[in-house]
Each structure stands twice: as structure tokens, then as C-alpha cells.
């Protein structure tokens, strides 16, 4: 089975800076898929940004980007320039076969102003 | 935009009582998800549908617990007898596809906020 971990609850940031979040998961599929959720107190889960495991490119949106080390299974996300409505739960997710998603702890992006 | 509804968006029930939640995928999806996000948790899959057949519900805790999607479209999950252990929201997802691919990923409903007491 899939195991998708993220080992910071909580992370701050001031307004305008980068912030880092971590992921790693485990798999013995070849085939798959990688993909951080936003999760705003409106409770939505909002797609933010996907990975294909076959593309050595990191996927960048705007200001959120990956960097997927594929032999290492990490797969952290950067929010550059913080903004205040990025203030949320995030999820990492590993989407593998019969396209089920399983989803790390969470961790909760404060933003400071 | 279209979207995945869900209804209610908030229950609270006594246990021992049935408890019944409703969700409408986005039109065309053949692929439907239940996931239960305990407080504080990331979610976990409930049951997954393809059409009206049920492809995965190993994590669907059988004695209490039942889903439908009896036309292929939308899809009711009901709990009987509930418990203080359901308290969770229960979210509802649906995609075009049921494989690893392009298209992959969901598109969540708001969810429903189950409350037993």
C-alpha cells in the first residue's frame, strides 16, 4: 500500500516570502502521479498543482512550484510571494492505480502580514 | 465552473440514528469517490464508483455503512446505526476517468460535516 507523509503540521510565513512544504511517500508502482490540494477554511479541496512520475520537469502554477526528486520519493511544494488567501490546510496526494488518491496528514500554512 | 454538489452541508445526528448524505458528481464523470477527513487529517477513501458498479469499497466499514449510485449519476452514502466515531466531514469527488493518465486527479464537492452526539 501507499504511504504519503508530510512531517510539518504547521508552517508561518511572512506576507511576500517563500515557503517550503514537505512530502515523501512510498510506492512500488511505476506508473503514477503526484499532486498538492489546498484546503481554505471554506473546506473545498482545491487542486493546486500536478506531477506526472514519468517527467523529470518540475511542474510549476504561477507561483507554486515542485521539486520532485523521484529516486528520493520527495516531492515539496514552494509558494513563492505568500499572499494572505494562501492561508490554508495542504495535502499532498499520490495518485496511483484505479486513479484513487492517498493523502498525507496535512500541514496548515499561516500567512503573517 | 462546473462543480461536484453535495448536500447537506451540515448534519447532526444522535447515534444510533441513520444518517443519510447526497452527492451529484459533475455531469459526464463516470468515476465517483466517498472520502472521510477526520479533524485534523488528511482524507481517506470510503468507496469508489464506476458507473453504478462499485470498484473499491475494502475501506467501507460494512456493518454500518452503504453507498449507491443506482443510474451511473449521483450517489447517496448512508450510515445506520451511527456512532461517535463518524463525526467527520465526508467528501464527495468525482473524475472522467478511473486510471492513472493526464486526467487525472479530482474535482471535490464542499463536503458534509457529520456530527454525532
Known amino acids: 500500500a501507499q504511504t504519503v507523509t508530510q512531517s510539518q503540521p504547521e508552517m508561518s510565513v511572512q506576507e511576500a516570502e517563500t515557503v517550503t512544504l514537505s512530502c515523501t511517500y512510498d510506492?512500488?508502482?511505476?506508473?503514477?502521479?503526484l499532486f498538492w490540494y489546498k484546503q481554505p477554511p471554506s473546506r473545498q479541496m482545491i487542486l493546486v498543482i500536478r506531477q506526472e512520475a514519468y517527467k523529470q520537469q518540475n511542474a510549476t502554477e504561477n507561483r507554486f512550484s515542485v521539486n520532485f526528486q523521484k529516486a528520493a520519493k520527495s516531492f515539496s511544494l514552494k509558494i513563492s510571494d505568500s499572499q494572505l488567501g494562501d492561508a490554508a490546510m495542504y495535502f499532498c496526494a499520490y495518485g496511483g492505480a484505479g486513479n484513487k488518491l492517498t493523502f498525507g496528514g496535512g500541514t496548515r500554512v499561516l500567512v503573517k502580514p | 465552473e462546473a462543480e461536484v454538489a453535495q448536500s447537506p452541508r451540515y448534519k447532526i445526528t444522535e447515534k444510533s440514528q441513520a444518517v443519510a448524505f447526497w452527492c451529484d458528481p459533475i455531469s459526464g464523470h463516470a468515476t465517483l469517490y466517498w472520502y472521510r477527513q477526520i479533524l485534523g487529517q488528511g482524507p481517506e477513501l470510503l468507496v469508489q464508483f464506476q458507473d453504478e458498479s462499485v470498484v473499491d469499497d475494502s475501506q467501507l466499514p460494512k456493518d454500518r455503512f452503504s453507498a449507491e449510485r443506482l443510474k451511473g449519476v449521483d450517489s447517496t452514502l448512508k450510515i445506520q446505526p451511527a456512532e461517535l466515531g463518524d463525526s467527520a466531514m465526508y467528501l464527495c469527488a468525482s473524475s472522467p476517468v478511473d486510471r492513472v493518465g493526464p486526467e487525472s486527479g479530482y474535482t471535490f464537492g464542499s463536503g458534509t460535516r457529520l456530527t454525532v452526539v
Open positions: 510506492t512500488s508502482e511505476s506508473d503514477y502521479y
